[in-house]
């Protein structure tokens, strides 16, 4: 049986990355995020893609994640790890020398006592709060931890993607007072911080969903495409019916194919009679619910029925798709399915 297609455009994740480091200043570093196998892509592929394209400084969720981009990487670049120092992640951290992000005190008396003279960087809690070190604390324990020579101290906006919410300037603000005067290097910005400007930048800067063609980074280069395989078609009469729940009905002789892909692959169930697969230029309307292993698609105004429809490529990209099944790019990526054959094309040109 044909298999669904994701291709992968590991070029296309290098340009963005490298339009990224380019709206700030030279002296501002872009570190690249891979977290969740690289947003479902690939952490070892698209980290090697990245390195070659110049990124010396990664950041992952969990210490098992860099333990697997350091696999890929080899000694060198920084792989920074966003939970910190976790209970029983000791061992991992000092023999693939992963950097972690120190979130509470706990984690940074952990760490000390665990890992002397081992890099650590602190993310510090502007606002979110969801992760880091609250301001009341960070007064209490700076002056100790900067004599200990923090490699970063970072946090994390969460309102970026609205450029004039109001969090911005506060989550700013916050950063500047309990970081000014520190020396030690700093980090705001993910991909929406990049796009607020330079006053965000600091010495280092954190993109993750535009290099892999996400919104806010409109100007992003497509990097996936996913083509899905027809395994079935018929003829549905009016007064007959289309899957689960008979929710879709036609309204004259419609051709119906049947494509090897469902929720358990990623598509939202939300889909259900409300997106869009195209032959080529021509779109073809998803019809009937979501089930777990199959869509149903009505190609009745094609000439013939295809071997395949794309559901996402030039004609409709990740934030498309997200919009009609009401989430965000970054679930459709993190969620594509464990069952489609990536295909990677590389040519580091
Ligand atoms: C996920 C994440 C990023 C990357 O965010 P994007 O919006 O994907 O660019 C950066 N920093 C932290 C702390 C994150 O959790």
Redesign the pocket.
Known sequence: MATAILSIDLDAIAANWRALDRLSGPEVQTAA?V?ADA?GLGAGKVARALAWAGARRF?V?AAEEGAAVRQALGPGPQINI?SGHMAGDTEMLNDLELTPMLNSLEQITRHLEALPGHAFGV?LDTGMNR?GVEPVEWQAVAPLLIEAGPAML?S?LAC??EPDHPMNQLQLQAFHEMTDGTGVPRSLA???GILLGPKYHFDLC?????MYG?RPFEMAERAVTLSLPVIQSREVLPGEIVGYSATWEPEGPAVIATVAAGYADGLPRTLSNNAVLWDGDTPCPLVGRVSMDLITVDVTHLAEVPKSLDILGPHQSVDDLADAAGTIG?EILTALGKRYSRRYSETRG
């Open positions: 995020v977290k947003y950041f969720a966003l993310q992760l970072m994390h970026a993607d993910a991909t929406g954190r993109a993750g969903i535009g996400g970054y």
